[in-house]
């Protein structure tokens, strides 16, 4: 009988201490930038982590940083990006509603022109790769 109660113990005693490693939950653990947007997603067993801030550097580039006007447009826009965020090795490319790569450069010091005269009239998808962030914008030629 006082077996049958060290082995219960003992048991207990063992799922406690390895709780963490046997456990089959898994947790999705979120990381934010100060702005409140998520940046990232991992799969963990620590599930204690509510929610971490990551501080973001000053040079990230936001959505609204990057202008695209005359949108809509007949086939000719300027896409603008100021230089504070611009990388010397932006670069833009522009694909249809098929995803097929229609014309693609690099972006000039404040303004890219980009001609799509002689392209249908439609949506289009444009992408600008500033470094490691890349924004991506709909035009619409009329």
Do not use: W
Request: glycine share 6%; net charge neutral; proline share 4%.
């Amino acid at each position: 009988m006082k077996t049958k109660y060290y082995l219960i113990f003992l048991v207990l005693l063992l799922s406690f201490c390895f709780h963490n490693k046997v456990s089959a939950q898994k947790c999705l653990l979120f990381k934010y930038d100060t702005g409140g947007n998520r940046i990232s997603r991992t799969v963990t067993t620590n599930c204690n982590i509510v929610r971490e801030t990551v501080n973001e550097p000053d040079n990230l580039i936001a959505e609204d940083d990057v202008k695209v006007y005359p949108n809509p447009n007949y086939g000719l826009f300027i896409v603008s990006m100021p230089d504070s965020v611009r990388k010397s090795n932006s670069t833009y490319k522009l694909y249809d509603i098929e995803s097929q790569l229609i014309t693609e450069g690099a972006l000039g010091k404040y303004e890219t022109e980009i001609d799509v005269g002689n392209k249908p009239a439609g949506v289009y998808l444009l992408k600008i790769i500033n470094g490691e962030d890349v924004i991506s914008k709909i035009v619409l030629k009329q």
